[in-house]
């Protein structure tokens, strides 16, 4: 079975384009009104907050071979992970509709060819043919695209801090907030790593590689784009591009940035979907999850993801949490079980404190204070009323 497994090289490359995306770009523009220093450390906090978790739900996957969501089983039983599963799908959907908009709004601003739907739809297709040639089969292709991606990038870095002129940045956040705008973008992968560690040859090793790697491609993304938005005063990644100059080498940053990170969101819907029924398979489910995420990035008007971001945290932040405490603290497995009740109930309470965070802001943001209550929560609980849990 070894020569069906991924090697730790592969496992990086897979999250060096998960990084390197468009979505992290446009969300370090939101920090630059902390300015460089501030906004640099509260990206590096928050993306060290994200990974942390990122490390862990990978590591459950990669120790039991399990896809993200049949983990979920281990703290939740087998119909109370249907809950996170069907969750996972719709977000999943949402994910990838909102990328190939973003990247076919940045590709258009740079080379017209029309109606921005046919950018949709080249993204689209492009994305499809990624899940045809299929994970195991993506050394080559990945190592092309990755390669090309890292030069370009590179020269974007080297182009926006060679300038000197400081813009004033309009609009307010706070550290805290920076600090959880950069959690969230770890934390959306939450229920996908664990898609790709389960098959890693050498488990513990991938899932760090994985996560390193995640952690410095994107740190380095969101510092790009709060750094381009501070020397130019401009938040459209696409013009920030153009006015440098970077033309047919910009589209491919777009383009293909959008490709490799959104075909891991439609894959994963894939997986996500055959862990609900047998009946859907995981590369016929993806194709369809990005057929119909193309389809709502034509039809509606999927611009803001900020609030999405949040969403996703408050969902999947707790849910992660309980799983933890569940695999590592408690040794515990529900798997063969319908639901723990339990569990689910210190879930709800973890998203109804993130939620009740949103309004409080602390110089840590909402994650970790968050992850830390409920951890805590379901230690006690399981301790106190563990044996009493039904099938």
């Known amino acids: 079975m070894n020569e069906t497994k991924t090697t730790t090289f592969s496992n990086g490359l897979i999250w060096f384009g998960a990084g390197m995306s468009i979505a992290e770009i446009l969300t370090g523009t939101l920090i630059a009104p902390l300015g460089f220093q501030k906004g640099t450390l509260a990206i590096i906090l928050g993306h060290a907050i994200g990974c942390v978790l990122l490390y862990f739900a990978g590591l459950i996957g990669a120790q039991t071979g399990r896809s993200a969501m049949e983990t979920v089983k281990i703290s939740f039983g087998g119909k109370g992970s249907l809950i996170f599963s069907s969750l996972n799908v719709l977000q999943l959907v949402g994910w990838t509709a909102v990328m190939i908009v973003s990247g076919a709004a940045a590709a258009n601003s740079i080379i017209q060819l029309g109606e921005e739907w046919v950018w949709n739809i080249i993204i689209g297709g492009l994305i499809i043919l990624w899940v045809v040639i299929g994970i195991k089969n993506l050394n080559r292709v990945n190592l092309i695209a990755m390669s090309a991606l890292?030069?370009?990038?590179?020269?974007?870095?080297?182009?926006?801090?060679?300038?000197?002129?400081?813009?004033?940045?309009?609009?307010?956040?706070?550290?805290?907030?920076?600090?959880?705008?950069?959690?969230?973008?770890?934390?959306?992968?939450?229920?996908?790593?664990?898609?790709?560690t389960r098959t890693a040859k050498k488990p513990k090793t991938a899932t760090l590689v994985s996560t390193t790697v995640y952690f410095i491609v994107s740190c380095w993304m969101y510092i790009i784009g709060m750094g381009a938005s501070i020397l130019t005063g401009e938040c459209d990644i696409a013009k920030i591009m153009m006015n440098a100059g970077l033309g047919a080498a910009g589209l491919i940053i777009v383009v293909f940035s959008t490709v490799t990170t959104t075909f891991l969101d439609a894959y994963s819907a894939g997986v996500s979907a055959e862990s609900i029924s047998s009946r859907f398979k995981e590369k016929s489910s993806a194709v369809v999850i990005c057929i119909i995420g193309t389809i709502l990035a034509i039809f509606t008007p999927i611009t803001e993801y900020e609030d999405f971001l949040y969403l996703i945290g408050s969902v999947f932040a707790p849910m992660i949490s309980v799983l933890i405490v569940t695999f590592f603290i408690l040794k515990k497995d529900y798997s063969k079980k319908n639901c723990s009740y339990l569990n689910l109930i210190v879930w709800m309470i973890g998203f109804i404190i993130y939620r009740i965070f949103m309004q409080i802001d602390t110089v840590v943001g909402n994650t970790l204070p968050v992850m830390v209550i409920t951890a805590l929560l379901c230690v006690v609980v399981n301790k106190v009323l563990g044996g009493k849990q039904n099938a």
């Open 150 to 196: 890292f030069i370009l990038s590179i020269v974007l870095s080297s182009i926006i801090f060679k300038g000197n002129a400081m813009s004033e940045i309009q609009g307010t956040i706070s550290f805290g907030g920076a600090v959880e705008l950069s959690a969230a973008m770890p934390l959306s992968w939450l229920p996908l790593i664990s898609d790709y």
